[in-house]
Structure formats: structure tokens, C-alpha cells
């Protein structure tokens, strides 16, 4: 299975024809019976491509409810798209206060935020969920990803409680395995 990822086209009509129309759609199968999907995006490209995706990950995260906190749309977008194309059910929130009202709505297995954003950043976020119960999502696993990746930036991530820290540009399957091994 391969998803590809390229950067094609202008920017006229983006959204409608980009990354949000994609959301729900399961892959494809092409001739050969290999599912895949192509999407054409427009601003940050992330690693991913033919041959990445080991055979029988597609649904790796099958069962798993993801919230996704960015304010970067094309950003959440993408995550979303892929996340769920490898199985998880994904609620997206465009900012950390948002992101809490998702979790009174909702359990979730894992958060995957950024850290920089304006209003609640990704720290005051996380630091809001560990003071919740274990039994309201205040033990939840998360996933923190940034644009900055120096040592101390992931220094400061663990000691704020998240358990991972990515830069960007993401991995997309480094993230994807690292959200299953944190759920299983």
C-alpha cells in the first residue's frame, strides 16, 4: 500500500478540491489489487511515498479515536486524511481551548498537538488535561509535534507530559506506528 503525497496545482479552489474532501475516504485498490490514495496538497509536504507502508498497516490504528490540536488547517487536514486512512476515528480542534471542549465531549486514546499556538499553546493544553482524573482523559498518551526539534524543545515536551515529541516535517508513518505503540 502506498499513499503518495505531492505538492501540484494552485491555490485557487483549495480547500474544495484539496485535503477536505479526502476525509472518510478508505483507500483504493489499483490494478494490481495494492490500495493506495494520491493527494495533491498545497503548502508543508511531509515524508511519504511508495514503499514506506509495510503490507497489513493500513488499518493499524483501527479502534482508536485521535484528537488532532493544530491551527494550521492544512496541517490538521493532512492529519486527519492520514490517520484515518490508517483506521482511526479523528476529531480535530483548531486551538488548545477547543481541544478541551472536544475532550469533555469525548474520550480519546491519544492527542497529537502542536505546541506553538496562539491563545493555548500545546504545554497549557496538555498541562490543562494532566489535572483532570485518569477516568476524564487526564492520563491520555500525547504526541507533541513542532517546527521546533532542538534538544530542549523535546526536553521541555516529556517534562510537560507529553510522551513523544516529533518535528516537522512529520513522518507520517513514524507518527502513525508511534500512536499504535502507545495505545497497545
Do not use: C
Not at 483501527?62 to 496541517?75: F, P, S, W
Amino acid at each position: 500500500m502506498a499513499l503518495a503525497v505531492t505538492a501540484a496545482g494552485n491555490r485557487s479552489g483549495w480547500p474544495p478540491s484539496g485535503l477536505r474532501a479526502l476525509r472518510g475516504r478508505r483507500p483504493e485498490r489499483d490494478r494490481a489489487g495494492i490500495p493506495g490514495l494520491l493527494l495533491a496538497v498545497h503548502g508543508p509536504v511531509w515524508s511519504v511515498g511508495p514503499g514506506r507502508d509495510v503490507p497489513g498497516e493500513v488499518d493499524i490504528l483501527r479502534g482508536l479515536h485521535v484528537l488532532v490540536v493544530d491551527d494550521a488547517d492544512d496541517i490538521r487536514d493532512l492529519l486527519t486524511v492520514v490517520l484515518e486512512f490508517y483506521g482511526a476515528s479523528v476529531a480535530a480542534a483548531a486551538s488548545g481551548l477547543e481541544a478541551l471542549g472536544v475532550l469533555d465531549a469525548q474520550p480519546v486514546d491519544v492527542i497529537v498537538s502542536d505546541i506553538r499556538m496562539p491563545d493555548m499553546d500545546g504545554y497549557s493544553l496538555l498541562s490543562e488535561v494532566r489535572r483532570r482524573k485518569p477516568e476524564e482523559g487526564g492520563a491520555v498518551p500525547a504526541i507533541a509535534i513542532t517546527a521546533h526539534g532542538a534538544t530542549e524543545d523535546r526536553q521541555r515536551a516529556r517534562s510537560a507530559g507529553f510522551q513523544l515529541h516529533f518535528g516537522k516535517p512529520l513522518d507520517n508513518l513514524a507518527l502513525v506506528r508511534a500512536i499504535a505503540s502507545l495505545t497497545r
